[in-house]
């Protein structure tokens, strides 16, 4: 089993969620530093500072695959995220709220140079 960590078009009610039909919702996670930034209709995910506050954690869901699935998965995705051009696919630790433990997870990080002022204050794209 495989795990995914999303944060932005990917999570429940968002737009692009249905590419995740067949995944397994296992709870709400966070990326301790790591932050989100603002680039309009979507968020960036890319390493942060651990200083203890909200505003260096970015806030997301788990998601559980099959690995009979997971090929066909990352391949969409990569396609999405513009794998090794805007994003690119890594494995990071994600906390999992309900149950408390560290999830190691594959997730997608925002390659380009961003502004400050683009940082998602409190680590959450929807309530941004």
């Known amino acids: 089993m495989t795990h995914i960590f999303v944060y932005g078009?990917?999570?429940?009610?968002?737009?692009?969620?249905s590419l995740l039909d067949g995944c397994k919702?296992?709870?709400?996670?966070?990326?301790?530093?790591?932050?989100?930034?603002?680039?309009?209709g979507c968020?960036?995910?890319?390493?942060?500072?651990?200083?203890?506050?909200?505003?260096?954690?970015?806030y997301g869901e788990i998601y559980s695959v099959s690995e009979d699935k997971l090929p066909y998965l990352l391949k969409t995705l990569d396609r999405l995220e513009h794998n090794g051009t805007m994003y690119i696919r890594?494995?990071?630790?994600?906390?999992?709220?309900?149950?408390?433990?560290?999830?190691?997870?594959?997730?997608?990080?925002?390659?380009p140079h961003f502004n400050p002022s683009q940082l998602v204050t409190g680590g959450n794209w929807q309530q941004a």
């Open 9 to 17: 078009t990917l999570k429940r009610r968002e737009h692009n969620h």
């Open 25 to 40: 919702f296992v709870g709400l996670g966070t990326a301790m530093c790591f932050v989100l930034v603002n680039l309009g």
């Open 43 to 58: 968020p960036g995910l890319v390493p942060g500072r651990a200083d203890g506050s909200n505003n260096f954690t970015a």
């Open 90 to 111: 890594v494995k990071i630790p994600v906390l999992c709220v309900r149950t408390g433990r560290t999830i190691e997870c594959v997730t997608y990080l925002f390659l």
